[in-house]
Nanobody, 119 residues
């Protein structure tokens, strides 16, 4: 089984920055797309940003231009650089990865890391 371990959440004031990290460990053949989702209280989980194995990113309109997603050289890590944070960015952020085991594939999720942005 694959484990995704996130780090980097915390509390900042509006306009500040945070960097989230996520590392995958365990037995797998390869990782396809990795991404970050978030869930605010009372709201559904939503995609924030994703990046495929070739490094092509995509962003939610609400974060485009403020957040940057990237993958590490080993391709089993993903980062989310968050700048110009707004109170509406407050949420639990979850790392997601599409795992290929050779004969099957599945999604893996991290445990979540809380980001709180105060006005």
């Amino acid at each position: 089984q694959v484990q995704l371990v996130e780090s980097g959440g915390g509390s900042v004031q509006a306009g500040g920055s945070l960097r989230l990290s996520c590392a995958a460990s365990g037995r797998f053949f390869s990782i396809n797309t990795m991404g970050w989702y978030r869930q605010a209280p009372g709201k559904q989980r939503e995609l924030v940003a994703g990046i495929n194995s070739s490094g092509s990113p995509n962003y939610a309109d609400s974060v485009n231009g403020r957040f940057t997603i990237s993958r590490g050289n080993a391709k089993n890590t993903v980062y989310l650089e968050m700048n110009s944070l707004k109170p509406e960015d407050t949420a639990v952020y979850y790392c997601n990865a599409g795992i290929f085991y050779g004969l099957s594939s599945s999604d893996a999720w991290g445990q979540g890391t809380l980001v709180t942005v105060s006005s």
